[in-house]
């Protein structure tokens, strides 16, 4: 699954997120159509940010924040894999003491000067980038969403090296690593050997998901980054897997099907190039879906002529008002057959998720909710915390 971005200029932009959209490459792609065969998850991941991440354009509303945006949302915190927190509370140690576990504003006072509000500076350089490009929201939220799911968030997504989990296959269409750097150079600058990369990460994602239009959550922090990153841990679930499949590839992470299906809502902003999706163009190729909406069909078959390699793309989420916009209105869409995405099209078409997909279409407060509720829960997915791991002095090499 993809997560495509939202919201935001939309005309202007679009045309310049077209451009930017990721494609992802390289994938491979498993067996047909809703077979259920199996394929093996490319390494691509889908989620956040294979394919999904595509960028897209932004379209949307305004840039930002914004307006009319929901209200905040505040999600139960989550804790997945709650870190140990021993109770060693030194007595008045000289130094701040940080906090072992998740909690929201873990930061405050922990940097030299204790005036420092260290999130908020980076907050604000997440929004300075988004203005000058907004398809930074589906390749951050891919980003995250790999991160997360191979060997927890403590961004060893971010690591240089020769098998590093950058190197796996479905990394080939993450980006937006440079916003990490950025921010790690503000939070190097401010408040020295304080902040994980592994949170910056999580920082830009919530900041990111609200300019999008999308929840205004509560981000929690305290995360610690890894010390391992191997290509060879990276499967993330594919496009191409049945419904079934990616039910058990959400759950080997303890995500209900219910969050699966939230968490591939956010498709609702990205692109996918052709790879991921032209053999459901074509009569006679292996993934051919007749039922897909005929409109659709005729507008894509210019964008990815049948055998194409090359890596046009298209939104992830084909209402042209919403393309980049964090909102439910790519569930409305898979409910008419406008779906991109092997696996986004099963969706609406699997007994086992239909309900879900009904109930995201019909009410925009409930997709936020959920949205923020699985957001929190992906972001505190086997984190390390407390003296677990390490705090990088720069995020693409270990200390
Ligand atoms: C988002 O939530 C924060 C914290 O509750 C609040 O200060 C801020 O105004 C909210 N932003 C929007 C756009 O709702
Ligand atoms: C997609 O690629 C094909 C082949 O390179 C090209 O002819 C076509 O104009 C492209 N379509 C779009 C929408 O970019
Ligand atoms: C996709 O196409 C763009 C524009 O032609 C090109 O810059 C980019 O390198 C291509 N990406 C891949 C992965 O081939
Ligand atoms: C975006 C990115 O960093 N992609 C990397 C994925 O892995 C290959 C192999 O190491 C790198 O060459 C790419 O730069």
């Known amino acids: 699954m993809k997560f495509p971005v939202n919201s935001i200029l939309v005309r202007v932009l679009a045309l310049t997120m077209l451009i930017l959209a990721l494609s992802h490459v390289g994938q491979s792609k498993g067996s047909g159509w809703k077979q259920g065969g199996s394929k093996s998850s490319h390494g691509h991941?889908?989620?956040?940010?294979?394919?999904?991440?595509k960028n897209h354009g932004s379209k949307g509303r305004h840039m930002g924040r914004g307006n009319n945006k929901p209200p905040t949302n505040s999600p139960t915190p989550i804790t997945s894999s709650p870190p140990p927190s021993p109770p060693n509370v030194p007595p008045s140690s000289p130094t701040p003491t940080r906090p072992s576990a998740l909690q929201v504003g873990f930061y405050k006072g922990l940097c030299p000067n204790k005036l420092v509000d260290i999130e908020a500076a980076l907050t604000t350089k997440v929004q300075e980038h988004f203005r000058k490009d907004p398809t930074i929201l589906p390749a951050i939220l891919r980003m995250q969403f790999h991160d997360c799911f191979v060997h927890g968030c403590d961004a060893s997504i971010l690591i240089n090296g020769l098998s590093t989990e950058k190197t796996a296959g479905p990394n080939l269409s993450v980006r937006g690593y440079e916003l990490i750097d950025a921010m790690k150079a503000i939070a190097e600058a401010q408040c020295p050997g304080v902040v994980s990369c592994a949170d910056i990460i999580a920082i830009a994602t919530k900041e990111l998901i609200k300019l999008g239009?999308?929840?205004?959550?509560?981000v929690q922090t305290g995360r610690r980054d890894g010390q391992v990153s191997t290509a060879q841990d990276v499967?993330?679930?594919?496009?191409?897997?049945?419904?079934?499949?990616?039910?058990?590839?959400?759950?080997?992470k303890r995500f209900t099907t219910e969050e699966m299906v939230i968490l591939l809502g956010c498709h609702t902003v990205g692109v996918s190039s052709c790879a991921f999706f032209q053999d459901r163009l074509y009569q006679g190729t292996s993934e051919f879906d007749p039922n897909m909406d005929p409109t659709l069909r005729q507008q894509l078959m210019p964008t990815c002529p049948k055998g194409t390699t090359a890596n046009n793309s298209t939104f992830l989420d084909q209402n042209p008002q919403s393309s980049n916009i964090v909102d439910n209105s790519f569930f409305v869409q898979i409910q008419k057959q406008r779906g991109i995405l092997p696996i986004d099209q099963a969706l609406a078409r699997d007994p086992k998720t239909i309900p879900f997909v009904q109930q995201f279409a019909q009410s925009a407060s409930l997709f936020n909710t959920k949205l923020a509720n699985a957001m929190v829960k992906l972001q505190a997915l086997d984190v390390l915390t407390g003296n677990q791991g390490e705090i990088r002095k720069t995020c693409s090499r270990f200390n």
């Open 45 to 53: 991941k889908s989620y956040g940010s294979s394919h999904g991440q």
């Open 213 to 218: 239009g999308g929840p205004n959550y509560s």
């Open 235 to 252: 499967n993330l679930p594919s496009p191409f897997l049945t419904v079934s499949e990616t039910i058990s590839a959400f759950s080997a």
